[in-house]
């Protein structure tokens, strides 16, 4: 990712957030801090920030940021564009990223309901290290439980 991406970056994780069921960012989504956030990983350049690019459009991301020697991932993937391999090319290039800073571990935290996630990272060798219940407030005030992930590098 290149501070150029970020706007468009932006409108992706808020496409995916509309949808109200994979991320945790919800509608409306602040833009400001969004920016800021992805600004912020791009200058400091110790995490990873992809961009999965279709056809000169930004459909995705992935960052990877270090926390006490591991990796805490996120990611996301505009709908149009799940299920074509994009996901799975965003986590390989995440895992030898990490492999390749010495990382001990890459971890994240995904719904219990999101299946297509957890199987994409269980195709990598993320195991279920733990579930969570009532982990995430949401604004409609419901509270979801989340499963954590982990890969020992």
Known sequence: MTEGDIDSVVDAYESVAAEGMWVGGELPIDREHATSVRVDRVR???CLSLVAE?????VGELGVDIVHGHGDLGMHL??????QGI????M???ID????QGLAKLTLEVWPHNERAIALYEKFGFVREGYHPKQWRRRSGE??????????L
């Not at 279709?54 to 930004?58: E, L, S, Y």
């Open 78 to 83: 505009l709908s149009d564009f799940r299920g």
């Open 92 to 94: 390989a290039r995440a």
């Open 87 to 90: 996901g799975s090319e965003m």
């Open 44 to 46: 400091r350049g110790e």
């Open 143 to 152: 509270s979801w439980d989340t499963i954590s992930m982990g890969l020992v």
């Open 97 to 100: 990223w990490a492999r390749a």
């Open 54 to 58: 279709v056809g000169g459009r930004i």
